[in-house]
């Protein structure tokens, strides 16, 4: 295992915490050095398909953080460069991972909902403070090391505020479960007495002709429990799902009831058991990176809509 971090008492905390010994202050001397099976891109957005390229380049298989990319013709091209170098590219999005998204996702390709017609997201959460750049409360939540407080504060590093951090959860899930982009995006955007978004509302007009509305906010009473819910409509049924929960009920001409039993867990880990798994040849990358292309490209589009057009756009495919 090795380690690169251009901050050095981060660098030596992570190092000593999992017992890494090959320690580098930049990825270019770690990659120079160490010749990767796999690579975990855990930095702010803006620097993603940069590293995402070098590990690539090196011959690793890669994992990389939400949101996947800023610029989704970036996207483009660190998934026409890992296809050339025969090397998987992994979105970190653990909820694709789960029981749930793996059953909605087989009910919607095999026509029991119908023709989806519309589509409900609501993402609320109580990240406020991050925007704010009071990172040090993740340490509270159980990561190891607490962001830079530019890291979500930062437009210019994070691209945005709540649709990068949160939102994007969501319409990666959409993609992942109906297969379905966008041709249009209308959205409204609060910023609050901040330089990035903290609450958004939009409309996109998917490419069978559904509609998908997007709701969310980042500033929830603190404490209060947050709220991951979609709802998905079709001509023959309809499923609700508390993604945080994982309950899950449906609705059809033939039954109605619960799918599954609730989750036991928010699957943090699973995305890097995923690149393990594609490096030990024992797994198929199972949240491509070709879906972070197509939501940093909803992203962009919602936020050229919140300064005042209504986009229509060609979305950007790897």
């Known amino acids: 295992?090795?380690?690169?971090?251009?901050?050095?008492?981060?660098?030596?905390?992570?190092?000593?915490?999992?017992?890494?010994?090959?320690?580098?202050?930049?990825?270019?001397?770690?990659?120079?050095?160490?010749?990767?099976?796999g690579v975990i891109v855990a930095t702010p957005p803006d620097s993603h398909a940069e590293l995402a390229l070098m590990a690539l380049r090196a011959?690793?298989?890669?994992?990389?953080?939400?949101?996947f990319v800023l610029d989704p013709r970036a996207?483009?091209?660190?998934?026409?460069?890992?296809a050339e170098v025969g090397r998987e590219v992994i979105l970190s999005h653990p909820w694709h991972f789960t029981k749930q998204a793996q059953e909605?996702?087989?009910?919607?390709?095999?026509?029991?909902?119908?023709?989806?017609?519309?589509?409900?997201?609501?993402?609320?959460s109580d990240v406020l403070a991050f925007y704010r750049g009071a990172t040090d409360t993740a340490l509270s939540e159980g990561y190891a090391l607490a962001p830079l407080r530019s890291s979500y504060s930062d437009p210019a590093i994070a691209g945005g505020g709540q649709g990068q951090t949160q939102l994007s959860h969501a319409i990666s899930l959409i993609r992942f479960v109906t297969g379905l982009g966008a041709t249009h995006v209308a959205c409204a955007m609060e910023t609050l007495d901040l330089r990035i978004d903290v609450i958004d509302a939009a409309i996109l007009r998917l490419e069978n002709g559904a509609?998908?509305?997007?709701?969310?906010?980042?500033?929830i009473v603190p404490?209060?429990?947050?709220?991951?819910?979609?709802?998905?409509?079709?001509?023959?049924?309809?499923?609700?799902?508390?993604?945080?929960?994982?309950?899950?009920?449906?609705?059809?001409?033939?039954?109605?009831?619960?799918l599954l039993s609730p989750l036991e867990e928010y699957p943090r880990g699973q995305p890097a058991r995923n690149l393990v798994d594609v490096v030990l040849g024992q797994d198929t990358?199972?949240?491509p990176a070709s879906i972070g292309i197509h939501t940093a490209a909803i992203l962009e589009a919602m936020h050229r809509s919140a300064g005042g057009e209504t986009e229509k756009f060609t979305p950007v495919h790897g």
């Not at 011959?59 to 949101?67: A, R, S």
């Open 1 to 37: 295992m090795a380690i690169a971090d251009t901050n050095t008492r981060n660098l030596e905390y992570v190092a000593e915490r999992w017992g890494i010994d090959a320690k580098f202050a930049d990825v270019l001397g770690m990659l120079a050095s160490v010749e990767p099976d």
């Open 59 to 67: 011959g690793g298989h890669v994992l990389v953080e939400k949101p």
């Open 75 to 82: 996207g483009a091209e660190v998934v026409r460069v890992a």
């Open 104 to 124: 909605v996702r087989q009910l919607v390709s095999t026509g029991e909902l119908g023709e989806i017609q519309l589509i409900s997201c609501t993402f609320a």
């Open 211 to 219: 509609l998908a509305t997007l709701a969310s906010t980042g500033a």
């Open 223 to 258: 404490g209060a429990p947050a709220l991951f819910h979609l709802a998905l409509f079709g001509d023959r049924g309809q499923i609700s799902w508390e993604v945080r929960s994982g309950v899950t009920s449906i609705r059809t001409q033939h039954r109605s009831g619960e």
């Open 285 to 287: 990358n199972r949240s």
